[in-house]
């Protein structure tokens, strides 16, 4: 942004679960374990994947890390001048006050991750003995659709 808008990035990350609903068996995958997961504007990308209450989304998780999930901020934050989101985009792609997929069962855990910030909080993902690389293995485990959420202080 702002060379290209919101709507197309969207339509991007859909298109591309459709290509992995496609193909993820073909390459190993099952598709009844379906997770996703994202970063800040990730996350806030991820949720796109499940927003729509009028048919089922196939995910079985998300781990939504330090996301974005209402974007009228960002129209008078640092950002705003780079990014210059519209009000029907802040309507639109806002997560916040979107409906979603109810055959998603949504459990929301909001932790505050210690010695972390923005940036180094995904990182953790990948460190054994981390809040946040214990929480992805317990939802890659997990049997039940559950959504998870994470903030950094």
Not at 33 to 61: C, E, N, Q, W
Not at 84 to 95: G, H, L, N, Q
Not at 103 to 115: C, D, E, G
Not at 137 to 149: E, G, M, P, T, Y
Request: with cysteine; aromatic share 4%; charged share 25%.
């Amino acid at each position: 942004m702002p060379a290209v808008r919101m709507a197309p990035i969207v339509d991007q990350i859909r298109r591309a679960k459709r290509w992995v609903d496609g193909h993820i068996e073909s390459h190993g995958g099952d598709p009844g374990k379906l997770t996703v997961s994202g970063h800040s504007a990730g996350a806030h990308l991820a949720t796109m994947l499940f927003d729509d209450d009028s048919r089922p989304s196939g995910i079985k998780g998300a781990l939504l890390l330090g996301g974005i999930y209402d974007l009228r901020p960002l129209q008078e934050s640092f950002l705003a001048p780079e990014i210059a989101i519209t009000d029907e985009e802040v309507e639109r792609f806002s997560p916040i006050d979107h409906r979603f997929d109810p055959s998603v069962t949504v459990q929301i855990s909001r932790m505050s991750l210690a010695s972390v910030n923005h940036m180094s909080s995904v990182r953790d993902l990948g460190v054994p003995d981390t809040d946040a690389a214990r929480s992805l293995v317990h939802l890659l485990r997990l049997k039940s659709r559950r959504c998870a959420h994470w903030s950094i202080p």
